[in-house]
């Protein structure tokens, strides 16, 4: 995967005090490449999965994220279903179609994509954070 060359042990001790502290905007555009992996794997899914005479196709094209944004406990990004369908919001429909109702089956397509697109969006992680070492030479 990567891997950590240096000269003493006080080479090494910086080499891992460097990792210990990424930066918060290397962080973030971790996060950013693992949203657009998930968002994709949950487009697909709402458009292979959700299926019927009622579906307009409402919830596929309403999958979106945020960008990157702060609280005390480190960056996140919101992925979200947004707009209106039929005067219902589409968020509403994903979380019915998700989970099911009396008279609906559930039809996890959400838990499906992120099941999917874990092994990916680690991966677009990875690739973030192996460009930022190497841009600190480790």
Avoid at 13 to 31: F, G, S, T, W
Avoid at 84 to 92: F, S, V
Avoid at 126 to 137: A, N
Wanted: aromatic fraction near 8%; charged fraction near 25%; charge should be positive.
């Amino acid at each position: 995967m990567f891997s950590i060359t240096t000269v003493g042990l006080e080479g090494l001790q910086r080499a891992l005090k460097d990792l210990e502290n990424i930066p918060v905007n290397v962080q973030k555009d971790m996060l950013d490449a693992q949203a657009d992996v998930v968002v994709e794997a949950q487009v697909y899914t709402a458009g292979t999965m959700l299926t019927g005479p009622y579906y307009a196709g409402g919830v596929a094209r309403a999958v979106t994220k945020s960008k990157p944004r702060q609280r005390k406990s480190g960056p996140y990004i919101d992925i979200t279903f947004k707009g209106l369908q039929h005067g219902t919001r589409i968020a509403e429909i994903a979380f019915i179609n998700e989970y099911g109702k009396k008279s609906q089956p559930a039809r996890p397509f959400i838990k499906k994509a992120n099941e999917m697109s874990a092994k990916a969006s680690e991966d677009a992680a990875l690739q973030v954070y192996d460009k930022w070492l190497s841009s600190k030479g480790l």
